[in-house]
């Protein structure tokens, strides 16, 4: 096994990345570049290897305390490599689940539910239903003349989306449906048919509750 200094520099991990591209890189060489480096008698090649391993007979996830039983990783790396892995898994959760029910919507609106203001929020979605990304596209007492089509389809567009769902908060925690809201609403579904891109649904939420209006 090759120590990093005994690999031709265009083929180090860092190098590589910058030539061709993250996905050029092996598992084990992707770990190299979050690693950084070793110590004497304790090569970055080795330890990444130590700690594929270990992610291998774990399924992708491991603790920090494992990872800090490797030789040669000490408390600063290891916390760096637990949270970029941690990251990681985040994200692919977010992206593998399918959004097939309003609940699990609901569940990504934690962060405006007890806002003192309004927020209007988008959600873009691929063809399988999967998030593409999370906005907020307007914050503020919302009205029909406030939320327009051309702010919520812009961003879908970009996305490629195939369909959004939006939502906002009710900061009084009165989950009726005001004319306003079923006027955006009717508003964006026209809108939608026209780009071809679905309104899926449009949610109310509170502190304690949530409402669907289509």
Not at 26 to 42: A, F, M, P, R, T
Not at 120 to 144: M, P, Q
Request: proline share 2%; charged share 30%; hydrophobic share 40%.
């Amino acid at each position: 096994m090759k120590t990093i200094k005994q690999i031709e520099q265009q083929d180090r991990p860092r190098e590589k990345m910058l030539a061709k591209g993250v996905a050029a890189l092996s598992n084990e060489e992707l770990l190299q570049v979050i690693i950084g480096s070793g110590g004497k008698g304790n090569d970055v090649v080795k330890i990444s290897k130590n700690l594929h391993k270990l992610l291998k007979d774990g399924k992708g996830k491991v603790r920090l305390e494992d990872v800090l039983k490797i030789t040669g990783i000490a408390e600063a790396n290891g916390t760096k490599i637990v949270a970029a892995l941690e990251i990681g898994n985040r994200f692919n959760l977010r992206d593998s689940e399918i959004l097939d029910e309003p609940e699990k919507i609901v569940d990504l609106l934690s962060d405006i539910r007890d806002k003192k203001q309004e927020h209007f929020v988008s959600l873009t979605l691929d063809g399988a239903n999967r998030l593409i990304e999370k906005r907020i596209v307007t914050i503020g007492t919302l009205t029909a003349s406030l939320v327009h089509p051309r702010e919520v389809f812009a961003d879908a567009i970009t996305d490629r989306a195939a369909s959004i769902v939006v939502a906002h908060n009710h900061p009084s925690g009165d989950l009726e449906v005001s004319p306003d809201d079923l006027e955006i609403t009717k508003r964006l579904k026209e809108s939608g048919e026209l780009l071809g891109i679905h309104l899926l649904d449009h949610i109310i939420v509170t502190k304690t509750g949530w409402k669907s209006i289509i």
